[in-house]
């Protein structure tokens, strides 16, 4: 079992409809958890950390439920440019893993 | 805008060849990490480093090595490429919280 699950994607959207992403982690130490957005052929770039508490971010909100090891991503009023590749990232004591990542592609 | 920079971008090279792909940061972050990543493939962790003198092997088995004199470099190098290492490799460091991530190496090995 890899551990860090996304779901599968590709998930094909029109332009302002609301879309939600899910991964389940592991371990249970583990401490950090974040969405980075990955453009094609880019790095990894940060989105928005997760805390337990849930965050906010304009059309962006993210949560974790560290009792089922579950997070989630929201992205409401979806743009064209929302178009990436989603990574739900784990942070152990020094290690970042990363899960396979869910393609968002948003339709005009 | 992260200061953490790898280089060459892109390198090909023929079978046999010592390559070493540099990554330098300079944020003064502790830790460092390679990962590959295949295309439309997930990153999978295959160096990382606590600090000078400390480098562990991640979760992918690789037959790269690494090496941390100074705080903010952390070059990888194959002594001996092949075709199936033909992959891009990623360099993040971070101060704690937030990893920051390198603009990536494309390596082509023919």
């Known amino acids: 079992r890899k551990e860090v699950e996304q779901d599968p994607g590709p998930f094909n959207v029109p332009e302002g409809a609301t879309v939600a992403f899910n991964c389940t982690y592991s371990n249970s130490a583990s401490q950090s958890f974040f969405w980075y957005r990955q453009d094609c052929r880019k790095e990894p770039k940060l989105l928005m950390s997760?805390?337990?508490s849930g965050n906010e971010d304009g059309r962006f909100t993210a949560q974790l439920n560290r009792a089922s090891q579950y997070i989630s991503l929201l992205i409401r009023d979806s743009k064209l440019s929302d178009s990436a590749t989603y990574l739900c990232?784990?942070?152990?004591?020094?290690?970042?893993?990363f899960g396979t990542g869910t393609r968002l592609k948003v339709l005009a | 805008e992260a200061d953490i920079y790898q280089t060459p971008r892109y390198l090909v090279i023929g079978t046999g060849k010592k390559i070493t792909l540099e990554c330098s940061q300079t944020?003064?972050?502790?830790?460092m990490y390679w990962y590959q990543q295949d295309p439309g493939m997930e990153l999978h962790l295959i160096h990382y480093?606590?600090?000078?003198?400390?480098?562990e092997k991640g979760d992918l088995s690789s037959e790269s090595t690494v090496s941390r004199i100074r705080t903010e470099h952390f070059p990888l190098t194959l002594e001996s490429a092949r075709p199936s290492h033909t992959s891009q490799y990623l360099c993040a460091s971070t101060g704690g919280v937030e990893a920051f991530f390198g603009q990536g190496t494309r390596l082509t090995v023919v």
């Open positions: 997760v805390y337990s």
């Open positions: 990232v784990v942070r152990g004591t020094y290690k970042y893993i």
């Open positions: 480093s606590y600090g000078v003198n400390s480098t």
């Open positions: 944020m003064g972050h502790d830790k």
